[in-house]
């Protein structure tokens, strides 16, 4: 397995944690209940439970954006130190964004969340030949 592949399944497992956390802050707002029930009814939800729901969110719109990347490179056989580095600076700017986000940091949040978006311009920069 490629690094670039293997930042994939780590960004997967950080997903997986995030909607653990998630869920796991059900019963002590909402009740055992309610989570096991329909849920026709919305109880109000704490701030943190807010600010979970917005770091899943936007984990999961990142991990929308740039796991193709990581495939289409697989697929198209290119691998090097820029895309490597793209791939660890993204899941680093991952792993700073969430805590930051969940404890409520401002603008340490914004520099881990750009520090993806750079990633991702990168890691398309050695993609975009190969598409052409």
């Known amino acids: 397995m490629t690094f670039e592949l293997a930042v994939a399944g ?3 497992i950080i997903y997986i944690a995030l909607v653990m956390l998630q869920g796991g802050l059900v019963p ?3 009740g055992f209940a309610w989570g096991l029930g329909s849920r026709d009814e919305l109880p ?12 899943v969110a936007n984990h999961g719109q990142a991990m929308l ?4 990347l990581l495939v289409l490179g697989e697929l198209a ?3 090097n130190d820029m895309t490597r580095f793209a791939a660890g600076l993204f899941l680093t700017g991952r792993l700073f964004f969430a805590p930051l986000y969940l404890a409520g940091v401002a603008y340490w949040r914004s520099a881990a969340f750009g520090l993806t978006l750079i990633a991702m311009v990168m890691f398309l920069g050695q993609l975009l030949p190969a598409m052409i």
Not at 44 to 55: A, L, M, N, P
Not at 65 to 68: A, K, Q, R
């Open 10 to 12: 780590w960004l997967t």
């Open 28 to 30: 002590g707002r909402q």
């Open 44 to 55: 109000e939800k704490s701030i943190f439970q807010r600010r979970v729901d917005r770091t």
């Open 65 to 68: 954006m740039f796991v193709p």
């Open 77 to 79: 056989g290119i691998s």
